[in-house]
């Protein structure tokens, strides 16, 4: 059985608050983009020599990392605990990037969570696939139902944006991964919380030409003021005709939204990155 996961984008991002668990309170709206990986899973022969009850490989040219420390894992063992899961062979290819902001270690557990739940037909509803979701990461309940939504709390307190999808449904994304990583645990620290003048939620209610002077990714200055580069491909998606481009998350991946069809070749930029142009 195969499934795909799918990468997100940030529409502003706000810091508001930090919380006695020491975490953060934000206020953002998570956006699905048609950016994937590959997750197929297979139950091992009885035959089949392990050391687990799982059989993991991960490929692609976005993997760095071990692969019994990966998300998908911690999503079997999860649901193992509550339910007798056959021995399974997972096969998980990577095509979001990696410490990008794009959530795809999210999107990976979340969606190996609904393989599990369709394949061994464990009948568990989304509201509780969240919930075993978001002991895996703040921003994976979002992945189990993959609609606009605007988020608070560390992430997980969702508010479906059911219209966001149809406002975008014409336009192209260009997203800019340069060879920069970011430490999100770092660029929390660099964070003074705040609430905004005005919410993420309200600002996308108007035309996207006006996001520019409105919607905000608080982690940029920071973020910007120590990987300048990251700057000046923001500056460049605008130079190309964007009508908005952000930071998603916290970083390093930069995109732009174009309402016609961008020209990947006049993107002039001074850091080696991966580029994709999508039809959202």
Not at 114 to 121: P, Q, S
Not at 134 to 161: M, R, S
Not at 197 to 219: G, S
Not at 245 to 273: C, H, N, R, W, Y
């Amino acid at each position: 059985m195969t499934i795909f996961p799918c990468a997100k984008i940030n529409l502003g991002l706000n810091i508001v608050s930090k919380r006695p668990d020491g975490y953060h309170n934000l206020e953002t709206v998570f956006y699905p983009i048609p950016l994937h990986d590959t997750l197929e899973v297979h139950t091992i022969d009885n035959e089949f020599p392990t050391s687990f009850n799982y059989n993991l490989k991960v490929t692609g040219t976005s993997f760095n990392g071990d692969e019994q420390d990966n998300l998908v894992v911690k999503a079997y063992k999860l649901l193992a605990n509550d339910f007798q899961l056959p021995r399974l062979h997972i096969h998980l290819h990577k095509e979001i990037p990696t410490q990008a902001g794009m959530g795809g270690g999210s999107s990976d557990a979340a969606f190996m969570l609904k393989l599990i739940n369709n394949y061994c037909k464990l009948q568990l509803t989304n509201s509780q696939l969240e919930e075993y979701a978001v002991k895996i990461g703040a921003d994976c309940p979002f992945f189990i139902n993959c609609v606009p939504a605007y988020a608070e709390g560390i992430g997980e307190q969702l508010t479906p944006i059911p219209s966001l999808a149809e406002k975008l449904s014409q336009y192209y994304i260009i997203i800019v991964k340069p060879l920069v990583s970011i430490s999100t645990k770092g660029a929390f620290g660099m964070i003074t919380p705040q609430k905004p003048v005005m919410n993420c939620k309200d600002i996308i209610d108007k035309p996207i030409k006006e996001w520019k002077e409105l919607l905000f990714n608080d982690f940029e200055a920071p973020i910007f003021n120590m990987n300048p580069e990251l700057k000046d491909i923001k500056e460049q998606l605008y130079l190309n005709g964007a009508e908005y481009a952000a930071m998603s998350g916290s970083g390093s991946t930069i995109f732009g939204l174009f309402a016609q069809e961008p020209t990947l070749s006049q993107l002039k930029l001074d850091v080696e990155s991966t580029i994709h142009c999508i039809k959202l």
